[in-house]
């Protein structure tokens, strides 16, 4: 076991754990991707993002409901596994992520309650196994220029760590997944293309 006394050092440490949370992957392009974050009184990290793509709204649907396939285009993504389908629409997806740095990996798996809506999907961990809670959605609206998608996510970890150690993996994760899902509605219909816009959405948090 390698002990470290340096404050820097574990705050390392913990970052390196942290990118399971965030589902790191590598740098992201972020010229056309959009991401706020900030984290709410009660210690929540709230996160913000979008970006435009010009792709039919059914082309984004059909990679976001895509729950089996997740892992080949979400890098960290392990496994994702639809567990149960519902009568009413509802589906439960088993998920395993797993990231790290340095010598340091962390595994985190999440049980989502999914429910999809025409314009909008929503999530839940109900599994409660590495989060106190989890939560978000994905939402498709249609534009002039194509389609605009947004995701939301408000989680509180159950394993405490710095604030600006998890603010800053939080939003490199949700840059690196929104475009790798965007990269991959872009190969499933090749006339898409990311669509760059003047400035920030006012529509989104505001980050800390």
Do not use: C
């Amino acid at each position: 076991m390698i002990m470290a006394t340096d404050p820097l050092a574990s705050a390392a440490r913990l970052g390196a754990i942290l990118l399971a949370l965030a589902w790191a992957a590598p740098a992201a392009r972020a010229d056309s991707i959009d991401v706020r974050l900030r984290r709410n009184p009660d210690k929540t990290y709230e996160v913000s993002g979008l970006f435009d793509v010009r792709a039919s709204t059914g082309a984004v649907w059909r990679v976001l409901a895509d729950y089996e396939g997740i892992p080949s285009f979400v890098y960290s993504m392990r496994s994702s596994r639809v567990r149960e389908a519902r009568a009413d629409g509802t589906v439960l997806v088993a998920q395993e992520a797993v990231g790290g740095m340095f010598f340091v990996s962390k595994t985190v798996h999440v049980l989502l309650e999914v429910r999809r809506g025409p314009d909008r999907m929503d999530f839940v961990d109900v599994g409660r196994e590495d989060f106190r809670s989890y939560s978000g959605s994905w939402e498709a609206q249609a534009t002039p220029d194509g389609t605009l998608v947004s995701y939301r996510l408000l989680a509180d970890p159950r394993f405490p760590a710095p604030g600006f150690v998890m603010k800053g993996v939080m939003r490199r994760g949700a840059l690196n997944l929104l475009e790798q899902v965007r990269d991959e509605i872009i190969r499933r219909e090749p006339a898409a293309v990311p669509v760059l816009r003047a400035g920030p959405v006012d529509a989104l948090v505001e980050k800390r």
